[in-house]
Nanobody, 118 residues
């Protein structure tokens, strides 16, 4: 079993910064990919940032230039550095990790709330 636990969510003013962390515990493989998603009230969950095992990164257009995803495989941790936060970034942020052998294992954290006030 693998558990993902996020932390770092908070209330912050527009223009501020936050750093989210997600730690994997249990029988942890080296994940093929890790990612951050977010879900705002009344909206669908959306991909924010994605990083592969070799460090290739992709971002949603709405966060490019403001957010940075990174990972530490030795610590089974993925981070999301969020700068220049906007009220529209307000959402529950979820950590996701994928590991594939002959089947795809897809893990989710419980989420952490980020609220950006104007």
């Amino acid at each position: 079993q693998v558990q993902l636990v996020e932390s770092g969510g908070d209330l912050v003013q527009a223009g501020g910064s936050l750093r989210l962390s997600c730690v994997a515990s249990g029988s942890v493989p080296v994940f093929n990919a890790m990612a951050w998603y977010r879900q705002a009230p009344g909206k669908q969950r959306e991909l924010v940032a994605h990083i592969t095992r070799d460090g290739t990164r992709n971002y949603a257009d709405s966060v490019k230039g403001r957010f940075t995803i990174s990972r530490n495989n030795a610590k089974n941790t993925v981070y999301l550095q969020m700068n220049s936060l906007k009220p529209e970034d307000t959402a529950v942020y979820y950590c996701n990790a994928k590991f594939a052998t002959t089947i795809l294992y897809n893990y989710w954290g419980q989420g952490t709330q980020v609220t950006v006030s104007s």
